[in-house]
């Protein structure tokens, strides 16, 4: 019989509280929206698609984007028109600025695997509008 290692007792340990995220102000957030719109319009022509006859697969229907607390999303809607299909359409976040403070940003992109994919930090608002329309990680 092979012995395995004792484990060491438990311990408590102080976790302070994460600090609060910071308000994202409302001027600040209707710049963004603006601008972010603004790009929205000039990806729409080229994503979104007329489906072709007998087309089951999903296909991107709108783009938008939407605030949550200090997130900023862009989001696609998407169509199934699939026999299978458990809903009609589903909504996919496919990029995330996070409101840092100071008028600055954090960008990140939703990989394959559901998870948030944090590139670059610490950008200004026209800053991340070129990111977002320069790198293709941040298209839908």
């Not at 509280?17 to 929205?40: G, R, S, W």
């Not at 976040?93 to 996070?98: K, P, V, Y």
């Not at 409101?99 to 940003?105: H, L, N």
């Amino acid at each position: 019989m092979v012995k395995r290692p004792k484990k060491p007792p438990k311990k408590w340990v102080y976790s302070p509280p994460n600090p609060p995220k910071p308000k994202v102000p409302d001027h600040l957030k209707a710049e963004v929206t603006e601008k972010a719109d603004q790009l929205i319009e000039e990806w729409k022509p080229q994503h979104i698609k007329k489906p072709p006859k007998g087309h089951q697969w999903n296909y991107i229907v709108d783009l938008y984007t939407r605030w949550f607390r200090s997130y900023f999303y862009f989001c696609a809607r998407y169509a199934c028109p699939g026999p299978t299909a458990i809903s009609p359409f589903f909504e996919a976040r496919f990029t995330r600025m996070e409101y840092i403070g100071e008028r600055r940003f954090n960008l990140a992109y939703m990989r394959h695997t559901g998870k948030w994919v944090e590139t670059e930090q610490g950008l200004a608002v026209n800053e991340c509008m070129e990111a977002i329309r320069r790198d293709e990680f941040y298209h839908p």
